[in-house]
């Protein structure tokens, strides 16, 4: 079986690259959305006295991720078609994607931004700065690590679930996967599952890469810590 | 009671943490292991209970080898205190306090009795209030106690200590050791107490075993330690305050003089002169008919005539026999005029004590510990 | 008290429209889901989750125990290894691979489950039992307890919420596993809504799909209740104060 699976790839690599590009399309697609739908709220709801907001929000958002990605779909399929949009496909998949993926960006950007250092904070009023330039100075810079490592976490997760979407027709990699089964061709079902995998391992470690990359060189070493 | 022999212990990788330890601790003795961290002082209480099994040597608890008891057995018969953290959070107080109890089978209701004594020994008021708590809802000194009486729970004769009072305030830490003082007066267990802390040890021990690099490098009561240092090495650990140090180990009552001299309200000022002169003093105690001690007389304002009552200078302080000669110290400084009166407990006047005593005092070397018990 | 408002107005709401997508009747030619066959999936679908559930908390929270203790401590590398990535897999080629192997059906769907649900419960028992104190650990040793006595007085209690959320992560999962394994013939809402799919009946996707979503969020929040509750008091408070002193 592992054989047959390795063969399969070495044959049709162009359309498995393909599957590839396409299951990457969706996943970049929905997280860019889910970042900036995340950092927007979050920075909306960490302000101060919107404390109560803020946890109804993030509630929400927890309630949405534990919604299973075939009814999710299912029912995003159906408000979709209500008004009269695109009901199949790509769109739909999208959407739910960056609501599952606005849960862990939201949550890291909420709890970083409220946890800057009040002693920094002060600092930064003491030297005349403005409660805007002491968020987008000081708060976001520092909010970055935790950001991104909500990032993360999401896109592994998001292509998990981007797989599913193959089946309402948004393509990508669980394609080889549906067409595995319907045909019981086990080698179809392990290439498709082996290359989400690896994408989502390889995400991993570059975004983490990344993560290190983007957070401010003076607090590199604490946050390693 | 416990005896070490040549105790050694090399942990996998060669560390040699402790190296060829011979230790005896008599029954109802303090023996607290002293030294820097990683001298081994850790290590060498663990191995009493097995916690850290021996390299080579023996240890003997009562009159057994300790390998011949069930590791579980031996540790029963063994009280041992941490730090509040080995408090079981999940645990209320009183299944804490009945762990060994509960192990060696005792009925609920002698657990709960005992659960509450220990309560009301270690002064955790009213102990019913306190049994139903958890770890989680008491401060860091409440707990502390907790941990004290979770080591006595079933009565041991032996009391293994692991820096039980380590992560608490300074305040609180001082007023448990007093009261663990006054525990131990009661019920004396023999106690191995280990510190990093030399007042700590000065103040609790019968006798200091003090480790350095996994040796023994002195064991001796406090006194002696200050006193006479075996080497540089324990010079330096005890400090060089070590003189103060030792004042806390003598009560004012060994030193004070008896029956000082005095003058009385009724005296006349010339009389008190001719006292001050013939004594060669500066200042006297005054007492009343009674002898109640009720101010000083000084040269300087015992001018013209008069009566000493007129002229009398209040006191600010009082000193009690059972007193610890650094209290005294203290005291003195901020005495109006550096001496200290004594009094008893119908505030008579029965000793002073001024620097000279303490300079006589610290410049010879106690011998063996004062007979006479240090009351704080 | 919000939150409570918004959780009731969701199931309500998801409730209704199963309610109404299911009282159509039919859609042109096409039939919905007769309510006693609707209600038939939904206890399939549970039974699919509990069973798969309670076949992976079998072996997972022994497994993890195993691992746990010092002489098996070897393991763990590997044991974090597997279930990181293990946890990339996605479900569908589990249940793919399942299908292919022991053949269409019910078995399958449910062996997959389970397959794919022992790693996170092994993983969180593993990380419970672990996070315990060492100082706790060796205060429980000190006193004369054995490793017996140790593990079921003091360690497993106090790794009681690891391996409930464990659990309730795991179940919560499960219930979006099993709809997945409606294409293999499992049975359980995911038919409904891949029927639903094939014959592009929005209506019937969605009586499949609200249902699901409905279980999944009551499983969630179930389980979190009984993971508070299964959590020993003091150690509840502990946390509480321990979250507060942050």
């Known amino acids: ?225 | 009671m416990i005896e070490l022999r040549s105790v050694t212990k090399v942990f996998p990788g060669g560390a040699r943490a402790v190296d060829n330890v011979s230790l005896q601790i008599h029954q109802g003795e303090f023996c607290v292991l002293l030294g820097p961290s990683g001298c081994g002082k850790t290590t060498t209480l663990k191995m009493i209970n097995r916690l850290v099994p021996l390299t080579a040597g023996e240890i003997h608890v009562g009159d057994r080898d300790i390998r011949s008891l069930r590791v579980t057995d031996l540790r029963r018969r063994i009280g041992y205190a941490i730090q509040e953290v080995g408090l079981f959070p999940h645990m209320t107080v009183a299944q804490n306090i009945a762990i060994v109890p509960r192990l060696l089978g005792w009925p609920a209701a002698r657990r709960r009795a005992r659960a509450h004594d220990l309560l009301e020994l270690l002064g955790l008021t009213p102990a019913d209030d306190y049994l139903r708590r958890y770890p989680a809802e008491l401060s860091g000194g409440q707990r502390q106690r907790v941990g004290v009486a979770r080591a006595l729970g079933a009565d041991p004769a032996i009391l293994l200590m692991d820096e039980p009072f380590g992560a608490i305030d300074p305040i609180t830490r001082e007023r448990l050791q007093d009261e663990f003082l006054r525990i131990q007066n009661e019920i004396r267990k023999t106690v191995v107490f280990v510190t990093h802390d030399i007042h700590e040890a000065i103040k609790l021990g019968d006798r200091v075993a003090l480790m350095r690099d996994g040796r023994l490098v002195q064991h001796a009561p406090p006194a002696q330690l200050l006193s006479q240092p075996a080497d540089d090495f324990v010079r330096g650990f005890v400090g060089t305050d070590r003189t103060l140090k030792s004042l806390r180990l003598t009560a004012v009552r060994d030193v004070m003089g008896a029956s000082p001299a005095r003058a009385r309200i009724g005296d006349t000022l010339v009389a008190a002169r001719e006292a001050m002169d013939k004594l060669g003093k500066t200042v006297l105690p005054v007492a009343d008919d009674e002898d109640t001690f009720v101010g000083w007389i000084s040269r300087t304002v015992a001018t013209g005539s008069g009566l000493v009552g007129a002229r009398v200078i209040p006191y600010l302080v009082l000193g009690s026999p059972g007193m610890p000669l650094n209290e005294a110290l203290a005291l003195m400084l901020e005495s109006a005029t550096g001496q200290l009166a004594i009094v008893d407990d119908e505030r008579r006047l029965v000793g002073l004590v001024t620097f000279e005593t303490l300079f006589e005092r610290v410049r010879r070397p106690p011998e063996p510990p004062s007979a006479s018990e240090v009351q704080p | 008290m919000r939150r409570n408002l918004i959780l009731v107005v969701l199931l309500l709401g998801l409730a209704s429209v199963t309610a109404w997508v299911t009282h159509i009747g039919r859609v042109g030619f096409f039939m919905m889901a007769p309510p006693e066959k609707l209600l038939a999936a939904l206890r399939e679908h549970v039974e699919i989750v509990l069973v798969a559930e309670a076949i992976a908390i079998a072996v997972g929270i022994p497994l993890g125990l195993l691992l746990s203790r010092r002489s098996f401590s070897r393991g763990a590398p590997i044991l974090s290894a597997i279930t990181s990535v293990g946890q990339t897999v996605p479900t569908l080629a589990l249940v793919g691979v399942f299908s292919i192997m022991l053949g269409l059906g019910l078995r399958s769907a449910i062996v997959a489950l389970a397959v794919y649900t022992v790693l996170p419960i092994v993983r969180n028992t593993y990380a419970g039992l672990t996070s315990v104190d060492a100082r706790v650990r060796e205060a429980a040793r000190g006193m004369g307890m054995s490793p017996a006595q140790t593990l079921w007085r003091v360690e497993f209690p106090l790794a009681v919420p690891l391996i409930m959320a464990g659990i309730r992560t795991s179940t919560v999962l499960n219930v979006g596993s099993a709809a997945v394994a409606g294409m293999i013939g499992a049975g359980g809402l995911g038919e409904i809504i891949m029927t639903g799919v094939s014959l592009r009946l929005v209506e019937m996707i969605l009586q499949g799909a609200a249902p699901t979503a409905a279980l999944a969020i009551l499983l969630d929040r179930l389980l979190e209740t009984i993971g508070t509750r299964a959590t020993p008091r003091g150690l509840r408070l502990a946390l509480r104060r321990e979250l507060a002193e942050r």
């Open chain 1, 1 to 225: 079986m592992i054989s047959t699976t390795w063969r399969y790839l070495g044959e049709n690599w162009a359309y498995v690259g393909q599957l590839v590009v396409e299951h990457l399309r969706i996943v970049f697609l929905a997280n860019g959305l889910a970042v900036v739908l995340g950092l927007a709220l979050g920075i909306f709801i960490a302000k101060r006295g919107r404390e109560a907001l803020a946890e109804l929000v993030l509630y929400t958002a927890g309630i949405l991720l534990t919604i299973p990605s075939l009814a999710l779909y299912g029912i995003l399929m159906a408000i979709l078609d209500a008004l009269g949009l695109v009901s199949i496909g790509l769109v739909p998949v999208v959407i739910a994607l960056t609501l599952y993926g606005l849960l862990p960006i939201l949550r890291n950007t909420t709890t970083a931004l409220r946890s800057t250092d009040p002693a920094t904070l002060e600092a930064g009023r003491g030297m005349g700065m403005s409660e805007a330039q002491l968020l987008w100075r000081v708060r976001v810079p520092l909010a970055v690590p935790a950001v991104m490592a909500g990032l993360r976490q999401a896109m592994v997760m998001n292509v998990g679930i981007a797989a599913i979407g193959a089946y309402i027709g948004a393509g990508g990699l669980g394609q080889l996967i549906f067409r595995g089964i319907a045909n019981t061709r086990a080698d179809l079902v392990l290439a498709g599952a082996l290359c989400v995998s690896l994408l989502a391992v390889g995400l991993d470690l570059a975004l983490g890469a990344l993560e290190r990359l983007a957070t401010p060189r003076g607090i590199r070493k604490e946050a390693r810590r």
